[in-house]
């Protein structure tokens, strides 16, 4: 191992004394810095195949506020603010436990509408689906409502959501999709 004195300094400013090229912020301005790291990133290859590389930049000019440029490109990259994010998050939840339980309903429909009755085990089966899919929807619904809540707090009244009526959507769905009689 070589012995580096580290007292005596280096004869090229940004090298050490063995010759390799230092990256350090110290007693230089914040521009050079950032042109030395993104030179570094160039030569190591970071800058290549990017999205939309030698295509310009379509910028609108005709700012509304200061921050109006900033968020068009970070909506145009897919990034939206999380009170966005979040209501995008309610209406998927919200749709997803609506389809499981459309799907129930017409299960009942096919059973009750069909010419030849339901067999006990279809009838067993189904008032287990029934029963385990009421119990979902309204873990469902709390945690939806949860989301909402978080919503609620977080952005002004204009964007504010009501608060779903749990119980109430839970016995709509056991009116709609009863429970059949076993023998």
Same mark, same amino acid.
């Given at each position: 191992?070589?012995?580096?004195?580290?007292? *005596?300094?280096? +004869?090229?400013?940004?090298?050490?004394? +063995?010759?390799?090229? !230092?990256?350090? $912020?110290?007693?230089?301005?914040?521009?050079?810095?950032?042109? =030395?790291?993104?030179?570094?990133?160039?030569?190591?290859? =970071?800058?290549? @195949?990017?999205?939309?590389?030698?295509?310009?930049?379509?910028?609108?000019?005709?700012?509304? &506020?200061?921050? #109006?440029?900033? @968020?068009?490109?970070?909506?145009?990259?897919?990034?939206?603010?999380? =009170?966005?994010?979040?209501?995008?998050?309610? &209406?998927? &939840?919200? +749709?997803?436990?609506?389809?499981?339980?459309? $799907?129930?309903?017409?299960?009942?429909?096919r059973l009750t509408t069909r010419?030849?009755?339901?067999?006990?085990? +279809?009838?067993?089966?189904?008032?287990?689906?029934?029963? *385990?899919?009421?119990?979902?929807?309204?873990?469902?619904?709390?945690?939806? @409502? #949860?989301?909402?809540?978080?919503l609620n707090v977080s952005t002004? #009244?204009?964007?504010?959501?009501?608060?779903?009526?749990?119980? *109430?959507?839970?016995?709509?769905?056991?009116? !709609?999709?009863?429970?059949?009689?076993l023998k």
């Amino acid at each position: 191992m070589k012995f580096v004195d580290w007292r *005596k300094k280096a +004869e090229q400013p940004g090298v050490d004394a +063995e010759g390799q090229q !230092r990256s350090t $912020y110290r007693g230089r301005r914040m521009g050079d810095y950032v042109e =030395e790291m993104i030179r570094q990133a160039q030569e190591r290859g =970071e800058f290549e @195949n990017l999205k939309g590389m030698g295509k310009p930049l379509q910028l609108d000019m005709s700012a509304r &506020d200061e921050n #109006s440029m900033a @968020n068009k490109l970070l909506k145009d990259n897919g990034f939206v603010p999380l =009170e966005i994010e979040l209501q995008r998050q309610i &209406d998927t &939840d919200l +749709e997803r436990t609506t389809q499981k339980i459309q $799907y129930l309903i017409s299960q009942h429909q096919r059973l009750t509408t069909r010419r030849l009755a339901p067999f006990e085990s +279809e009838k067993r089966r189904f008032n287990a689906a029934v029963e *385990k899919a009421a119990a979902e929807y309204d873990e469902a619904l709390r945690r939806i @409502n #949860s989301k909402i809540l978080t919503l609620n707090v977080s952005t002004p #009244s204009a964007m504010h959501r009501p608060i779903l009526k749990v119980d *109430k959507m839970v016995e709509e769905f056991r009116q !709609r999709c009863p429970l059949f009689d076993l023998k």
